[in-house]
């Protein structure tokens, strides 16, 4: 789920709300350039869980990876519809790099305490986004969403708890949401010019529909 667009989506809306569409489209662009950068997170995450590294140093690999991934994006500067189509390769790169899925659920040891804060931080990261968006730039302001909450809140928690194993879950359930996540944005960056705010609820719908082929593909690999 919180690979869906459930964060970084609100930024969107609210970006468009503060700034204007072409703002908000510039950032739907920066989101779609950053579906490669979350392939590399992927696999700087992995790479560290297999050197034996705990949280903190596996997230600074996985953001970091991000970020380098990013910032070439954003001065390579490809086609939209390019990078729509080769997105797809990075998607199932990524999920390959994060391992398989637990077929056995893991126990939650989180306390009220704890869900607390993680609401705190990723409701915070949601803030300071949405207000450093002018100094940042549209482009800027959609790489740098997309992934921090995600990998930098939830996968650094699981890991924490439940080893890296918990952390990887994370990862890939990250990776198959992208789907989703993909074509949330990419009727975003298409139709905003065209229809405004209602532009939302039909990449909701996008989404939607992409997560439940998505689903429904999953229980066909696991029957």
Same mark, same amino acid.
């Given at each position: 789920? *919180?690979? &869906?667009?459930?964060?970084?989506?609100?930024?969107?809306?609210?970006?468009?709300?503060?700034?204007?569409?072409?703002?908000?489209?510039?950032?739907?662009?920066?989101?779609?350039?950053?579906?490669? /950068?979350?392939?590399?997170?992927?696999?700087?995450?992995?790479?560290?869980?297999?050197?034996?590294?705990?949280?903190?140093?596996?997230?600074?690999?996985?953001?970091?990876?991000? #970020? *380098?991934? *990013?910032?070439?994006?954003? $001065?390579?500067?490809?086609?939209? #519809?390019?990078?729509?189509? #080769?997105?797809?390769?990075?998607?199932?790169?990524?999920?390959? #790099?994060?391992?398989? +899925?637990? !077929?056995?659920?893991?126990?939650?040891?989180?306390?009220?305490?704890?869900?607390?804060?993680?609401?705190?931080?990723?409701?915070?990261?949601?803030?300071?986004?949405?207000?450093? /968006?002018?100094?940042?730039?549209?482009? &800027?302001?959609?790489?740098?969403?997309?992934?921090?909450?995600?990998?930098?809140?939830?996968?650094?928690? *699981?890991?924490?708890? $439940?080893? +890296?194993?918990?952390?990887?879950?994370?990862?890939?359930?990250?990776? %198959?949401? %992208?789907?989703?996540?993909?074509?949330?944005?990419?009727?975003?960056?298409?139709?905003?010019? &065209?229809?405004?705010?209602?532009?939302? &609820?039909?990449?909701?719908?996008?989404?939607?529909?992409?997560?439940?082929?998505? +689903?429904?593909?999953? %229980? !066909?690999? !696991?029957?």
């Amino acid at each position: 789920m *919180a690979g &869906l667009p459930v964060t970084i989506g609100p930024i969107s809306v609210f970006l468009f709300v503060e700034y204007g569409a072409d703002f908000s489209i510039q950032a739907a662009l920066g989101t779609l350039y950053a579906m490669p /950068a979350i392939a590399a997170t992927a696999a700087g995450y992995r790479m560290a869980v297999n050197f034996g590294c705990g949280w903190v140093s596996s997230q600074a690999t996985a953001q970091g990876c991000y #970020l *380098a991934m *990013a910032f070439f994006l954003a $001065h390579f500067n490809p086609d939209p #519809l390019l990078i729509f189509l #080769l997105s797809m390769g990075p998607i199932i790169a990524g999920l390959g #790099l994060a391992g398989s +899925s637990s !077929r056995s659920p893991l126990p939650a040891f989180s306390s009220n305490t704890v869900l607390v804060m993680r609401l705190a931080v990723t409701t915070a990261l949601v803030l300071v986004i949405t207000v450093l /968006a002018p100094m940042l730039g549209p482009m &800027l302001s959609g790489l740098l969403g997309t992934v921090l909450i995600v990998a930098g809140v939830l996968a650094a928690a *699981a890991h924490r708890e $439940h080893g +890296s194993a918990g952390g990887l879950a994370v990862m890939r359930g990250m990776m %198959q949401g %992208q789907i989703a996540f993909l074509a949330f944005y990419f009727v975003v960056w298409s139709l905003l010019p &065209l229809l405004g705010f209602a532009t939302y &609820l039909l990449a909701l719908a996008a989404a939607g529909l992409a997560g439940v082929v998505v +689903s429904r593909w999953q %229980q !066909r690999l !696991r029957s």
